[in-house]
C-alpha cells in the first residue's frame, strides 16, 4: 500500500506513505530508487536526519516530508535535484542555513521549510537558479538578514 511501480520496467515511481503512523529513520538506501519521482513521507514519526543519498533522486519532482521529527541539516546533494518541483520540509527540527545549492534548482516551483530551526539569510541572487519559483514559505524559522533586493527577477513568485 503506498507503493506504486511503473509498467515498463516495473520500477518504484512513487511512494505515497503519508500519515501512516510510521516510526524511524530515513534510510540511506532510498537513495537507490532510481526511478522515484513522487516521494512523500509526511505526517509520519521519522527522526533523524535526512540522508546524503536522498541527492541521488534524480527524476524526483516531489518531496514532502512535512510534520515528522527529522533533524540535522538539510544536505547540499538535495540541489543535484534538477528535476524536483516541490520541496516540502516544514514542521520538523531542521538546523543550520539553507544550502546555496537549493536555489539553483532550476524546475524549483514550491518551497516550503516553515516550522523548524534553520539560520542564516537568504542569498542575494535569490532568483537566478530558481527562475520557476512559485512559493517560498519560510516562517518560524531563526533566519537572519534582509530580503532580497533583487526580487524583480523572480518573475513567477507569487507568495514569500
Do not use: W
Request: aromatic share 4%.
Amino acid at each position: 500500500f503506498g507503493v506504486y511501480c511503473g509498467v515498463r520496467h516495473r520500477r518504484v515511481t512513487a511512494l505515497d506513505l503519508r500519515g501512516m503512523g510510521l516510526v524511524g529513520m530515513i534510510p540511506p538506501e532510498m537513495g537507490n530508487l532510481s526511478f522515484l519521482s513522487f516521494l512523500n513521507i509526511s505526517h509520519n514519526k521519522f527522526h533523524g536526519s535526512l540522508p546524503f543519498e536522498l541527492g541521488r533522486l534524480r527524476h524526483l519532482k516531489v518531496m514532502s516530508m512535512r510534520v515528522n521529527d527529522i533533524s540535522g541539516e538539510i544536505p547540499s546533494s538535495l540541489g543535484m535535484l534538477q528535476e524536483l518541483q516541490h520541496l516540502d520540509l516544514g514542521h520538523n527540527s531542521l538546523t543550520g542555513s539553507i544550502p546555496l545549492a537549493i536555489f539553483n534548482m532550476s524546475s524549483l516551483q514550491f518551497m516550503r521549510l516553515r516550522n523548524n530551526d534553520l539560520t542564516g539569510n537568504l542569498p542575494d541572487n535569490l532568483c537566478n537558479g530558481i527562475k520557476s519559483i512559485k512559493e517560498i514559505t519560510l516562517p518560524n524559522n531563526h533566519l537572519t538578514g534582509d530580503i532580497p533586493v533583487n526580487l524583480e527577477s523572480c518573475k513567477n513568485l507569487q507568495k514569500l
